[in-house]
């Protein structure tokens, strides 16, 4: 138990499919981000929430849809997805303002066929 | 364009001997710097930091370095051990923007040889 929970940790999905993923924290931290990690390429920030609200959107496409009922949970939601789309996508939490680390959860590594 | 950089995609060493990870970065407002580990299915665990008022701190087997003037930093694990091998992340921040937004480098692999 890493304090940051993502599910499912397999994904396969047709590009017609519509899916979703889950993030959950109970470290009492007040943002959450989503990552994805592609083959040979650095961590991309992709969503970052602090205090529920959206504060970041780096030029990610609209198939990829965030949503931050509460400061514990994180959903991404997905459809019509590409085959580039597929990657190992991170959740991850921290305290708003820093300096601090993040705590990641195990991923989700997705695969769009 | 990439604030953080390691150049170093792969490092393989062996065991008991020293390992050196290297990261550059180019943005002089960063003032914190993290080092995590991967290993394969997993997500990244943090490992170490350093704030830019030192220029070193150490943990155990674990050794950052942070040359300011470079804009480099290093770890240093001795000795390395078999199940130091994992992807090693460099990270930093600049705290003066009110924000904790972590840029990442590209990850090094490294392989402790037994």
């Known amino acids: 138990e890493t304090g940051v929970t993502q599910t499912p940790r397999h994904l396969v999905m047709g590009m017609t499919n519509k899916k979703s993923l889950k993030c959950e924290q109970h470290?009492?931290?007040?943002?959450m981000y989503w990552y994805k990690q592609s083959a040979k390429k650095p961590l991309e920030l992709m969503f970052v929430?602090?205090?529920?609200?959206?504060?970041e959107n780096n030029s990610v496409p609209s198939r990829f849809s965030p949503e931050c009922p509460n400061s514990s949970h994180l959903f991404l939601h997905l459809h019509t997805l590409q085959p580039e789309d597929s990657a190992l996508y991170l959740c991850a939490s921290s305290q708003l303002h820093g300096p601090y680390g993040y705590t990641f959860g195990s991923g989700t590594r997705l695969t769009v066929v | 364009d990439q604030q953080v950089k390691q150049n170093s995609p792969s490092l393989s060493v062996q065991e008991g001997r020293i390992s050196i990870l290297n990261c550059d970065y180019t943005?002089?407002?960063?003032?914190?710097f993290l080092w995590y580990k991967k290993y394969p299915a997993e997500g990244p665990t943090f490992l170490i930091s350093?704030?830019?008022?030192?220029d070193k701190n150490e943990d155990g087997r674990f050794t950052v370095f942070l040359n300011k003037s470079a804009k480099h930093l290093s770890l240093h694990i001795v000795p390395s051990q078999p199940g130091d091998s994992a992807v090693y992340f460099c990270?930093?921040?600049?705290?003066?923007?009110?924000?904790?937004?972590?840029?990442f480098g590209t990850g090094t692999r490294l392989t402790v040889i037994p």
């Open positions: 470290l009492g931290h007040n943002a």
């Open positions: 350093i704030s830019s008022i030192k």
């Open positions: 943005n002089s407002m960063f003032d914190y």
């Open positions: 929430y602090s205090l529920e609200e959206r504060v």
């Open positions: 990270a930093a921040s600049a705290s003066q923007t009110g924000a904790n937004n972590l840029f």
